[in-house]
């Protein structure tokens, strides 16, 4: 029997990160952890897609509050007794899919920024070699798309300043596993403009679209580290 590949989606109860969880589940051997804010919330977006689950994978809700320190830690402990139970030597991938886009930059980086910094410090030690950690960017966090001239439309202070801070710590990730040796790849990605909540459904890609970079990273061994990139390439930082 093959070994499962083990991955966890943050905010993945819906849009993005839902799609991006069922899509996993479809393939084969996948260990899926879908982490949510509200665990009745993962339990019941899993009935959506249940029957579509590949009978060599699994889903396992998570409750998964990334701006909370205790449930930041309890995660993690649910994340290890699963692995343990399975005899998974560790997660495979984390998949930093979590966010808000609002006006206040407090609400804003708390998420985007500093939760998502606490939740990858708690799993990387449970990262296998050669695993990945994939962040999700956006175009908006682009330094070279705002120094266009004629400039760009502002849109979203907070937000777009968040993922370019987000985009920084990919780097700094990439550039601490590369001293490490583990062979774990970090890098940024842009899902596109998708029609979600945080979007305010207003994108012009369905999140199931969206979501398929970020399976495929997740799927796929090997590749550039340190990288931010769309479907169509890589973007200019």
């Known amino acids: 029997m093959a070994s499962l590949r083990s991955i966890l989606v943050t905010g ?3 849009g993005l990160g839902f799609h991006t969880v069922q899509q996993l589940a479809q393939t084969e051997n996948t260990l899926v952890f879908m982490g949510s804010r509200k665990l009745s919330n993962a339990k019941q977006a899993i009935t959506k897609f249940v029957s579509e689950i590949h009978p060599s994978s699994l889903v396992v809700p998570v409750q998964l509050d990334i701006t909370d320190e205790e449930s ?5 402990g649910t994340v290890e007794t699963a692995l343990k139970e399975r005899k998974l030597a560790g997660l495979d991938v984390l998949v930093n899919n979590a966010a808000v886009a609002t006006q206040s930059f ?20 449970l990262l296998n070699k050669n ?6 960017s956006s175009s908006l966090a682009s330094h070279a798309w705002h120094t266009k001239r004629p400039p760009p439309p502002i849109e979203s202070p907070a937000y777009s300043s ?6 920084h710590l990919t780097l700094i990730w990439a550039i601490e596993e590369e001293q490490r040796g583990h062979g774990v790849r970090v890098v940024s990605i842009c899902p596109g403009f998708n029609a979600t909540k945080l979007s305010d459904y207003m ?3 369905p999140p199931s679209e969206g979501a398929r970079i970020i399976v495929k990273t997740a799927l796929e061994e090997g590749g550039q580290s340190g990288v931010y990139f769309n479907k169509e390439g890589l973007i200019e930082w």
């Open 203 to 205: 994108g012009t890609i």
């Open 106 to 125: 407090q609400e804003v980086y708390a998420v985007n920024v500093t939760g998502t910094a606490a939740i990858t410090a708690a799993l990387r030690p």
């Open 131 to 136: 695993g990945a950690i994939i962040n999700m």
């Open 162 to 167: 968040s993922k370019s801070a987000l985009n």
């Open 12 to 14: 993945a109860n819906q």
């Open 72 to 76: 930041i830690r309890s995660a993690t």
